[in-house]
């Protein structure tokens, strides 16, 4: 089983439910498997939203922070980019770049296993390093 890294963007105070219901969405669209997440990654910006902290402690999984600047080389990777996200972060995807720069820290090529996801006000993107 590959390894899979989440990234989430998402509005202030977005709860924990909302994150964790987009989560599962996607690893069962997909037919990957919880069992296979090895971290949660977002932007730095988002160090004390509590549904981010809270999922990862539910899970039992650690969250990396990112800021812009670290996320910026994954831009070319990005399936969509969102000006709306950039004005607010300097990001153009939060979720994607996040998921691949997790990814990334294993030394191999990350890859987008699930492009950007959208449940309220959540994003979501997994990758892998193939």
Known sequence: MAALYVGFGC????????????LHRALADNGLKLAALRGIA????KAQEPG???LAEQLGLPLTLYSAQQLHPFL?????????????????GVAESAALALADEGQRSPI??????VLG??????ASNG
Request: aromatic share 6%; glycine share 4%; with cysteine.
């Open 76 to 92: 070319p990777l990005l399936s969509y980019r969102s000006e709306m996200a950039f004005n607010a972060t300097g990001c153009w």
């Open 11 to 22: 509005r202030r105070g977005c709860p924990a439910a909302v994150l964790e219901t987009l």
């Open 42 to 45: 977002s932007i730095d910006l």
């Open 112 to 117: 987008l296993t699930v492009t950007r996801q």
């Open 121 to 126: 006000d959540a994003t979501l993107a997994l």
């Open 52 to 54: 981010l902290r809270q």
